[in-house]
Each structure stands twice: as structure tokens, then as C-alpha cells.
């Protein structure tokens, strides 16, 4: 995946996310999120490659992240 892609797929997964959700109401809310996904890809990235692990559902995971660490900016920081 080239950069261009790449960011693209993030800022699809932060519209959505806008249609979607109320903006961040703290730090910590906004943090939690951005957590919250890192969790999400931490644990497709612990899954043996024989055993599971999805590249789609790694890709998934990682437009979150960069999407809810967008929202982070756009919703809390002036």
C-alpha cells in the first residue's frame, strides 16, 4: 500500500466515524479510543501466522488507529 492509499482509508474510517459518533468530549475519552484500537491490533498481531492472523483484519486495525488518532486532533486540540 502506497501513502496516498494509505490516507485515504484513514480519512474514509474518520467521516464515517464523524456520521457515526459524537466528537471526543475529553483527553482521556480520546485517548481510550485510540487504546481501544491498539488493543484490537495488538491482538491480530500476537496470532501466529499458521495459526490466524489476518492481513485484512490487520489493515482494519490500523485505519482505526490512524482514524481515531485524526479524531483526537480534530476534536480536541485546537
Given at each position: 500500500?502506497?501513502?496516498?492509499?494509505?490516507?485515504?482509508?484513514?480519512?474514509?474510517?474518520?467521516?464515517?466515524?464523524?456520521?457515526?459518533?459524537?466528537?471526543?468530549?475529553?483527553?482521556?475519552?480520546?485517548?481510550?479510543?485510540?487504546?481501544?484500537?491498539?488493543?484490537?491490533?495488538?491482538?491480530?498481531?500476537?496470532?501466529?501466522?499458521?495459526?490466524?492472523?489476518?492481513e485484512?483484519?490487520?489493515?482494519?486495525?490500523?485505519?482505526?488507529?490512524?482514524?481515531?488518532?485524526i479524531?483526537?486532533?480534530?476534536?480536541?486540540?485546537?
Amino acid at each position: 500500500m502506497n501513502l496516498p492509499e494509505a490516507l485515504d482509508y484513514v480519512l474514509k474510517e474518520v467521516q464515517t466515524a464523524q456520521k457515526n459518533f459524537t466528537k471526543f468530549n475529553s483527553y482521556h475519552e480520546g485517548y481510550a479510543v485510540i487504546l481501544e484500537e491498539m488493543d484490537e491490533l495488538w491482538e491480530e498481531v500476537k496470532k501466529k501466522d499458521a495459526t490466524g492472523r489476518s492481513e485484512k483484519k490487520l489493515k482494519r486495525e490500523a485505519i482505526q488507529v490512524g482514524a481515531m488518532a485524526i479524531r483526537f486532533l480534530v476534536d480536541l486540540i485546537d
